[in-house]
């Protein structure tokens, strides 16, 4: 009976958060309650350091720079600005407007390595203007979180370089090892909307025939320019510097924060009052993220002091059909882990369990890590759990409700699931292109 | 009326939750001011680094020292503005006096996760404070005690907030129930 405490404990978590208590309350008290019932109260004095360890993290102190900038630009309606003229752009073609906005997603993903961030900031740049441009909402939030933690496993991604130091490979090899992957998800995406623009055109209507007539021609290119230039720039100059390794992501977001003032300033919009409602709801957004990465906390004490690694193991070694049941089994465990663990946790804890398993078994490493970075980006996308739905939801504007976010994640979980079956049945994908430039 | 109010114990709880709101709202400026000023430091430590080639230790430490009481300040905001996140699909659809017991619950379970935060860390941040800890690095910061008690600190305030919010529930479940 109690070495099951740890699966009570996860299915106790679920029950909360299906009456519907906040996230952060909820995780605390199953973490709390199954840890006196397992192991009694001495673990938790892990906790605040662990809380500690958690807000002054210095790759944390990206998410309210990046939030802020997210927010900055949404306020000062540059976002929007941007969104638009790209929609005028695009002449009578649906979905251009998701088709950026999954272009940015995952550049963004892939420089802040911070799916909260990644995601919050997205939804405050894109989904006011979508909304109002008669998008479907659950179609918006899809692309939206899909794109968002697509970035994650899109090199340079912290997820990639910590897998590295785990598994024992050379971050170079994972980066070439998920270029491939990530792309072909990055496409099937944007294919994806594209023929979704055909058959449902109501979902994402470019801009009225109308209204597009109302500005054409070199007018329009102005404007483009006009309306691009400083936001592109700017995005493009704070992920540059973080891909070419010139800046930390803490670095480039506090430049980008500044920036996004700036470019308030250029377009004559900065008001102080505008600084100042940033700075509260930059607060507020963090603060939520914040929230839920210190309540987790209990949680993995808990997790850990009632032995749910052993659990892992235990069933690990029970299982039928060798390495490919094994890896069946890892994909589905990480699945399952990736609604309650970060990834980082998952990573140190679950991980090293099961790797040398694999070792053993002469399992290809690189294709290995592929899978698991794979397999972690959906987790973080699927209802009820997923992180990326909660990070969307407190950050969109309240008629955005939790149906249509679970509705529209649905295609993109599917076509994850293609990937991944993809990837399972031809590695070539990922070992590909470390072995032909020689990483 | 006035008699009334003192005496009616509701009408007490209620004047403590609007104190707790008018303290948490404070906490609110005070976090935001300290958001600003973090932005201006990491621009400040970035200008630093690139252009003149180096950047304090002072000020580089004080990045995080500021971003933890933003963080754990931030999330008594979060109360106090409901801004945290849950899974609403059961939640929407419950009628309004089960939704009134079912915060009021998980607000009473908030306050006391809150004092157990504030319990488990006595000796974490009995061991900083009783060597007065600083930073271990030359040019470094002097108290990163401060920067640890802020922890108990700030889930006192957040147990505050979360009874004011109670009561608040409270209050609403006895108007809905009539």
Known sequence: MDDMLAIYMILGFMCALLIGMPVGIGISVAGFTFGWMGFGDFLFNLVPSRIYGVVTKYEFIAIPLFVYMGVMLEKSRVAEDMLEVIGRLSGRMNGSMAVALIVVGVLMGASTGIVGATVVTLTMLTMPILLKRNYDGGLAAGAICASGTLGQIIPPSLVLILLADIMGESVGTLFAAAMMPGLMLAGLYIGFILVLGRLRPDLMPPIPEAERAEIRGWALARKAVYSLAPPLLLVAGVLGTIIGGIAAPTEAAGVGAVLSIVIALIYGRLTFAMIWSAAQSALRISAMIFFILIAAQVFSVAFRGLNGEDIVQDTLALLPGGETGALIFLMLLLFVLGFFLEWIEISYIALPLLLPFFVASGTDMVWLAALIALNLQTSFLTPPFGWALFFLKGAAPPLVTTAMIYRGVLPFIAIQVVALVMLFNFPAIATWLPEAIGW | ?178
């Open chain 2, 1 to 178: 009326m006035h008699e009334y109010r003192n005496t009616n114990p509701m009408n007490k709880a209620l004047a403590f939750a609007d104190a707790v709101d008018r303290v948490t709202r404070a906490a609110s400026a005070l976090a935001s001011a300290l958001l600003l000023l973090m932005i201006a430091l990491v621009f400040f430590n970035v200008f630093g680094r690139y252009v003149v080639g180096a950047s304090p230790v002072w000020a580089q430490e004080l990045e995080w020292h500021l971003m933890a009481p933003i963080a754990l300040l931030g999330i008594t905001v979060l109360m106090l503005e409901k801004g945290h996140v849950r899974v609403d699909m059961v939640f929407e659809r419950l009628p309004e006096r089960a939704q009134h017991a079912l915060d009021l619950f998980s607000m009473l379970c908030g306050a006391v996760i809150a004092v157990l935060f504030i319990k488990y860390s006595a000796g974490f941040v009995d061991s900083a404070w009783s060597i007065r800890e600083g930073s271990p690095d030359p040019g470094g910061l002097p108290a990163r005690y401060v920067v640890k008690a802020m922890i108990p600190f700030a889930f006192g305030l957040f147990a505050l907030q979360c009874l004011a919010n109670a009561i608040r529930h409270a209050a609403a479940l006895r108007r809905v129930g009539g």
